[in-house]
């Protein structure tokens, strides 16, 4: 191996134990993911939740489930289920637009601030 690839592999390494420098770009970036990820978890989680249910009332009435749990008749509880879960599906769009944009209100200020101090350099 010659020297100029020996000292090529040494920085890769050596970069990787340095402490890195945080830089204004950097803290923009945590400021919007700050902005984002509750807003995303919540639509994730709220949307599989309503998927969940959707599905289960859908079970009810295209199986024979209700009937193993010991009910006479699951078309009425599974269609009610189903449209419940529906609804909530439907719903978490308008719910997750809604959280981000309060969020994106409350961090603004900061974000532009930092965001023109980047751009003036």
Same mark, same amino acid.
């Given at each position: 191996?010659?020297?100029?690839?020996?000292?090529?592999?040494?920085?890769?390494?050596?970069?990787?134990?340095?402490?890195?420098? #945080?830089?204004?770009?950097?803290?923009?970036?945590?400021?919007?993911?700050?902005?984002?990820?509750?807003?995303?978890?919540?639509?994730?989680?709220?949307? #599989?939740?309503?998927?969940?249910?959707? !599905?289960? !009332?859908?079970?009810?009435?295209?199986?024979?489930?209700?009937?193993?749990?010991?009910?006479?008749?699951?078309?009425?509880?599974?269609?009610?289920?189903?449209?419940?879960?529906?609804?909530?599906?439907?719903?978490?769009?308008?719910?997750?637009?809604?959280?981000?944009?309060?969020?994106?209100?409350?961090?603004?200020?900061?974000?532009?601030?930092?965001?023109?101090?980047?751009?003036?350099?």
């Amino acid at each position: 191996m010659d020297n100029n690839s020996q000292n090529f592999i040494v920085e890769k390494i050596r970069t990787q134990y340095m402490e890195k420098e #945080s830089t204004e770009l950097d803290a923009l970036r945590e400021l919007d993911a700050k902005v984002k990820r509750p807003a995303n978890v919540f639509a994730y989680v709220f949307g #599989s939740i309503s998927a969940i249910i959707m !599905g289960s !009332g859908m079970s009810l009435v295209m199986t024979d489930i209700g009937e193993n749990l010991g009910m006479a008749n699951a078309m009425i509880p599974g269609i009610i289920i189903g449209v419940i879960g529906m609804l909530m599906v439907i719903i978490n769009y308008p719910i997750y637009k809604k959280f981000l944009g309060s969020r994106r209100k409350k961090y603004a200020d900061k974000i532009i601030t930092l965001s023109n101090k980047i751009m003036k350099g």
